[in-house]
Structure formats: C-alpha cells, structure tokens
C-alpha cells in the first residue's frame, strides 16, 4: 500500500510540476510587449536636424518675385542659410558682406546664398523688396511670412547663418553678422 501512495504521490508531483511550467509558459507569452505598431526611424530621419553634421531641415518659401524655393533643390551646392529681418542692425551690416562674397565668388565655390527674411516680424514685403534694392542685393531673398521656419531653425538671435554642404548638412552655424573674409574661410572647410 506504501508503495501505491508512494506511486500516486509522484504521479501528481509530475502533474503539478507539468501545469506549473505550462502556465508559467503561457503567462510569460502574455507579458510580451506588442511591438507591431511601434514605429521605427530611418537613419536618415535620425540624422536631420539642427545640430553639426545634421541634415538641415527641409523647407519651401516663396521668394520675394513669387517664385517657389526648396532647401533640398540645392543638394549639390553649398548654402549659406542666413535668417535676417529689415529692422536688425547687425544684418544690416552683413549684407554688403555677403553681397560682394556673392558677386565675387559663389561662382567659384559652388555656393548659393539663401536669405530667409522672418516676414512676420518684418514690416511689409513690399518694404523688404525696397530695402533689397536699396542695398543692391542680388542673392534670393526667401519670405518666411508665418515664422514657420524661425521656429524650425530655433531662430532666436538675428543674424543666424547655418553652412550648409553640398549633400545637405550642417557644417557650421554662426550667430552674429558675418564679413567676407569669413564665408571665404567656412566655404574652404565644407566638405
């Protein structure tokens, strides 16, 4: 009789010890979390942004003809992406700077000036274009009417300029208004 307790004592160990690893099976598979939904980013969203090296985000204005400009049109050249506005002193400094950078050698360096006015804190586009011919400006003057891209670049100080490569990356950003001899020296280290 021993012997058949004993005999049926095992038997329900095995069994308890059989539902216990299967539950555990079933409760682990439960605890599982549904990554079906989650939404992975390429490498190429991870790299776009505001920081050196990044790719400069992209963007359509109108100039201030009425022509349609994209950032990403100009893969291939250089950018000097300069924010300013009509009412700021320190750009207004810059722009015979940049003007006769633009005249002498955007040519040479494969480079293309886009000046993006922040329109919503400017006073009319029709004063902008005024100003602009006043100063003689002949680089493309880009209207950012809403401050859409004053927010995507996190413009807080005017003038801000981001160098920009020909495959569409930050290599520098400077604050503060620029002279030529200084978009000549950031133009030879873009690459």
Known sequence: MKKKVFGLLLVAALIVFALTNFLKS???EAEKIDTSYTKVE?????????????????FT?????????????????????????????PCKEEIPHMEKYYKSLNKKDNVEILAVNLTS???????????????DITYPILLDKEGEQQKQYEIVTIPTTFFI??????????VGPMDKGMMENTMKILK
């Not at 390429?42 to 985000?57: R, S």
């Open 42 to 58: 390429t490498k190429e969203t991870e790299k776009n942004g505001l920081e050196i090296g990044q790719y400069a985000p992209d």
């Open 26 to 28: 079933k409760i682990t």
């Open 61 to 89: 204005l109108k100039t201030l003809e009425g022509k349609k400009v994209k950032l990403s049109d100009y893969r291939g050249k250089k950018v000097i992406l300069n924010f300013w506005a009509t009412w700021c002193p």
């Open 165 to 174: 490569n020909e495959a569409g990356q930050i290599k520098q950003k400077a």
């Open 121 to 135: 804190s400017d006073k009319s586009k029709e004063y902008i274009k005024e100003f602009a011919e006043s100063y």
